[in-house]
């Protein structure tokens, strides 16, 4: 079983940055392909960004390309996400996750949650 937790989250101003980590326990996250999903008050779990065990494949919604980069550091067991030139429609409560597939976009192939980091982007 694996353990999640997310970190970073909190309140910006439009166009920052912020990096979001998420530490994960228990198993190594090397045999899992990991994402983060959000999701905002009103709103659907919503898939942001993925990355494939080995860190060479990524993918995102088309929302946040170019703004936002996945990356994982399977030594460390963690799994970040740079995410530059904030928008409001960015706020919402990011969570961590892992699956088993080799790809996956959809929040029901993945098996384990972390409880969310909550980032808000207000002026």
């Known amino acids: 079983q694996v353990q999640l937790v997310e970190s970073g989250g909190r309140l910006v101003q439009p166009r920052d940055s912020l990096r979001l980590s998420c530490a994960a326990s228990?198993?190594?996250?090397?045999?899992?392909?990991m994402g983060w999903f959000r999701q905002a008050p009103g709103k659907e779990r919503e898939f942001v960004a993925a990355i494939s065990r080995n860190g060479i494949t990524t993918d995102y919604i088309d929302s946040v390309k170019g703004r936002f980069t996945i990356s994982r550091d399977n030594a460390a067991n963690t799994v970040h996400l740079q995410m530059n030139s904030l928008k409001p429609e960015d706020t919402a409560l990011y969570y961590c996750a892992a699956s088993r597939d080799s790809s996956a976009t959809y929040y029901r192939q993945y098996e384990y949650w972390g409880p969310g980091t909550q980032v808000t982007v207000s002026s």
């Open positions: 228990g198993r190594t996250i090397a045999d899992y392909l």
